[in-house]
């Protein structure tokens, strides 16, 4: 088993290759059609029962070997982000203003760097599907996959998942049981009042006196409400409101995001921001409303799937490189929709002492590619077997 990083690292030109192409066109959620496209040229060429457009602009790859009746999924993101790229690389996004500064590009290269080993040597048995994944940046892509029919149209047992990740060792994995990652609830509250001239604040109904007590208030619910040894995170990120300083407006919008660890803790909170602004509202009179974007979910791993996977990691990286348990975190991954539907696992790959994802400057650590490949070509041999 220890052989197939050797093996990988043998034949890692065409990895990069995929990686290089992948990152030098980058595509933001839902508009991934050319990755879609590149990435569904190869996978025909290398023999998979390839679909496209489940999810919009998702590509799922199967492929049988043998009499096995178990089934799997490996999961690679595909989409960009709308950033700048600042490092000066010869592969460098050719896309003002869109970029892959969270190495979605890297994931997606790494599974189909292990796609085309399998398919040439195919020793495994069983069926192997292959999961790209558009808009995982909006926490759209993997509801639209599972809303077009993907677990109906390719059954599996499992599933499984990777990111890298800045500040962990370069090519260490980290795996943990339970939960690893935090569900995410982005919300739009629009508070609508009456509006006025500046001059005249009592002819008015301020929505901006409304929102800025709500944004206080909403901060009371993790200090007083969440148990110090719970997690979770309520952000107003964006305070929408008028135009002009001598101008009271008619409406105030707060965009928000939260973020919780235990399902019990996510319903708590909020509800919290549905009673307190409801409370904040009535006491300032004005009007609400609250626009619940996608439910969020906490990404668990499967317990013994894990410990499974830390098995067949140390094998083939040796104990010293894989971590387990390791840093759980308090972003999120729609990953955990999968998870939701399935046993899934979610693996870290460290990527070093650089920016982190989604900064200007964050780049992917080449090296890894390898060290990717081989781990997706271990979890399909052993599950596989």
């Not at 040597?121 to 069983?126: A, I, L, P, R, Y």
């Not at 996608?294 to 668990?300: D, F, N, T």
Request: glycine letters at 8%; charged letters at 20%.
């Amino acid at each position: 088993m220890n052989d197939i990083l050797a093996q990988v690292s043998a034949e890692k030109a065409s990895t990069e290759e995929f990686f290089k192409h992948i990152h030098a066109h980058p595509e933001l959620a839902f508009e991934e059609s050319g990755t879609a496209k590149y990435i569904a040229e190869k996978l025909r060429a290398w023999g998979y029962e390839v679909v496209e457009g489940i999810g919009k602009t998702g590509v799922v790859a199967r492929m049988k070997v043998g009499d096995g009746k178990a089934s799997i999924g490996l999961r690679a993101d595909t989409d960009a982000l709308p950033v700048e790229e600042a490092a000066d690389l010869d592969y460098k996004s050719t896309v003002p203003g869109k970029s892959h500064m969270c190495g979605h590009d890297a994931h997606a290269a790494m599974l189909l760097g292990a796609a085309e080993y399998l398919a040439k040597n195919k020793n495994f048995n069983g069926t192997l599907n292959l999961v790209f994944q558009p808009a995982e940046e909006i926490m759209g892509g993997a509801v639209a996959m599972l809303k077009d029919g993907l677990l109906e149209k390719f059954p599996m047992d499992r599933i499984f998942g990777m990111h890298n990740m800045p500040s962990l060792p370069t090519g260490v994995l980290y795996l943990t049981e339970g939960p690893i990652m935090a569900a995410v609830d982005n919300w739009e509250i629009v508070l609508t009042g009456k509006g006025s001239h500046g001059s005249m604040p009592e002819k008015s109904i301020d929505p901006v006196v409304a929102g800025s007590a709500l944004v206080m208030a909403l901060q009371t619910i993790v200090s007083r409400n969440v148990a110090p040894m719970d997690a979770a995170v309520v952000s107003v990120g964006a305070f929408l409101a008028g135009d002009a300083g001598n101008v009271i407006p008619q409406t105030a919008t707060l965009r928000m995001s939260t973020r919780t660890r235990k399902p019990e803790t996510r319903l708590m909170v909020l509800d919290k921001i549905r009673s307190i602004t409801k409370a904040i509202a009535e006491a300032y009179n004005v009007t609400y409303e609250i626009n619940e974007g996608q439910p969020g979910a906490v990404l668990v791993n499967e317990p013994e799937q894990t410990r499974e996977c830390v098995r067949i990691s140390q094998e083939v990286f040796g104990e010293e490189s894989v971590v387990c348990p390791g840093p759980t975190f308090m972003g999120s991954e729609d990953f955990a929709f999968f998870a939701q539907k399935i046993p899934g696992t979610y693996v870290f790959i460290g990527n070093g002492d650089t920016p982190m994802v989604h900064h200007p400057e964050y780049v992917f650590d080449i090296n890894n590619l390898p060290r990717g490949v081989a781990y997706w070509v271990a979890i399909a041999q052993n599950f596989l077997k």
